[in-house]
């Protein structure tokens, strides 16, 4: 198998999990990854002094000699470990380096700083017999955390604007996928080696598995100290999921009234645009849509006084209705070739042929629950599927969206019954039509099937969307949240 990569680099932080992830790599047929090749205090490994034939003076003195030592190292592919305090003269030629592979693992930073603190007060920095395990209480710090929250914050940044300013891609993993075989045999994929896992290295383990809390000596203190700092900010240390652009063509206006639509793709799109040919006494087709830039600013100012709207929906039932629509569906428009690996690599459980007889309803909801799980694992950059419009999180169109037009008002789907209409009024129309209902799903219904497992589910894969847009749990009675 050939790579377009010569050697890689993992680009992570203390007590991310880097042993771990290179134990796995290292198990991979013709892999090797030689330590901390660039840390100021040993080559390679404690203690160690020399690597590959190179010397810690004469990697001091030069590390590119180092470099091209693990470049051209016996072996498919040879790499090292690299964290913020090692060697800064390393860091940039790796990063413009189109033929280094950048693998950047990441984990939740708070569990990362106090796995940290624990290390340090313990000495014990690995564990392979659980047996000699040593364990220690810390004190959160609120300040020290902070700082350190904004040193991986930084550091994050830095590699993802280097990324994206050279026009190259890396493989984001977490912590928590580093026990999943297939996040591990999707990496060596990327990577271009022709060795696969069978299992997941189980020399080392984990050292402080208990909850956050119960390993300071002030979890109140933490509590509060932590409530003060944007957990948003936490829970995005780095946002996966690719940036997406305005879709300026997928903006929809009436040639009549000022207003202006920004789709949020989500199954709703028609009955809104439906309503606004109403709104006006025209067809759809001729809703002014599919414009460039150039002639979008036209229109803005073409129309004073006018408003630019968008909806959005409840991340479950907008899943469920792409997964209907576009996975589950054999109809026109859905997408064949993403179901058909869906099916075989993924093995979500949906026939080749929908029929009723062969689809049960509690074959959708399996179904239904492993997509959702596919959508954690896409939208975290870790699964080779686009992230499609149709899933991809609501705050981020709407961060691609604001880089070329603000929108006046931000409707939950729940709302447009009242609020179109009252927004035609304030626009001068007495009697504005009332918009359509949304096309059911087929074969089954949300509402069929809702748990709390499948809320749960998808909380955990939109978790910007639930915060952002302050969605609660679904009630099915209503559609509303």
């Known amino acids: 198998m050939s790579s377009k990569f ?4 993992i680009l992570a932080a203390m007590r991310t999990g880097s042993n771990l992830l290179e134990a796995n790599l290292n198990a991979l047929e013709g ?8 840390n100021p205090h040993f080559i390679g490994r404690l203690k160690g002094d020399s690597l590959l034939g190179v010397t810690l003076e004469e990697r001091d003195n030069d590390p590119k000699t180092l470099l091209n030592a693990i470049r051209s190292a016996d072996g498919e592919m040879n790499g090292f470990r690299f964290f913020q305090g090692h060697d800064p003269r390393v860091l940039e030629p790796v990063l413009d380096d189109p033929s280094c592979a950048k693998i950047i693992l990441t984990r939740n930073p708070l569990d990362s700083y106090i796995s940290l603190k624990i290390a340090r007060e313990t000495k014990q920095w690995q564990l392979k017999n659980v047996k000699r395990r040593r364990t220690e209480q810390i004190a959160f710090n609120p300040r020290e955390f902070e700082t350190y929250l904004d040193q991986q914050q930084a550091f994050q940044l830095t590699l993802l604007h280097h990324l994206q300013a050279s026009g190259q891609t890396a493989f984001f993993i977490a912590y928590d996928d580093l026990n999943r075989l297939e996040s591990l045999n999707g990496l060596a994929a990327w990577l271009g080696v022709s060795g696969r896992l069978t299992t997941i290295d189980d020399t080392l383990k984990p050292q402080n598995p208990e909850p956050a809390l119960s390993k300071v000596t002030n979890p109140d203190e933490t509590e509060q100290a932590l ?3 944007d957990s948003f900010s936490l829970h995005r240390t780095p946002n996966f999921e690719p940036r997406r652009g305005a879709a300026v063509a997928t ?11 920004l789709p949020v793709r989500s199954g709703i799109e028609g009955v809104v645009k439906q309503w606004m040919a109403a709104l006006d006494s025209i067809s759809a087709d001729d809703l002014i849509t599919d414009q460039n830039r150039k002639k979008t600013r036209q229109w803005l100012q073409d129309h004073p006084g006018h408003r630019k709207f968008t909806v959005v929906r409840h991340p479950l039932v907008r899943a469920h209705s792409a997964f209907c629509s576009y996975i589950l569906s054999t109809e026109p428009g859905a997408y064949l070739k993403i179901r058909n690996m869906l099916r075989n690599r993924f093995k979500l459980p949906i026939p ?6 062969n689809y049960p309803i509690e074959q959708h909801y399996e179904a239904f629950s492993a997509f959702l799980t596919f959508l954690r694992q896409n939208l975290a950059g870790q699964t080779p599927v686009r992230v499609d419009g149709v ?3 609501q705050a981020q169109v709407l961060e691609g969206v604001v880089g070329f037009a603000l929108p006046d008002l931000i409707l939950r789907e729940e709302e447009i019954a009242t609020a179109l209409p009252d927004l035609a009024r304030r626009l001068g129309h007495d009697s504005p039509p009332a918009p359509g209902n949304t096309r059911p799903d087929i074969p089954f219904s949300l509402s069929d099937i809702y748990d709390t497992k499948l809320e749960a589910l998808a909380a955990e894969t939109y978790q910007r969307d639930y915060m952002q847009f302050g ?3 679904w009630k099915p009675a209503t559609g509303a949240a």
């Open 6 to 9: 010569d050697y890689f680099v």
């Open 31 to 38: 892999v090797s990854s030689h330590g901390e090749a660039f």
């Open 227 to 229: 409530s003060r700092i």
């Open 251 to 261: 903006y929809v206006a009436t040639p009549k009234t000022p207003l202006m639509y």
């Open 352 to 357: 080749g042929q929908l029929r009723a007889e």
């Open 391 to 393: 899933w991809c999180s």
């Open 471 to 473: 969605f609660d749990v």
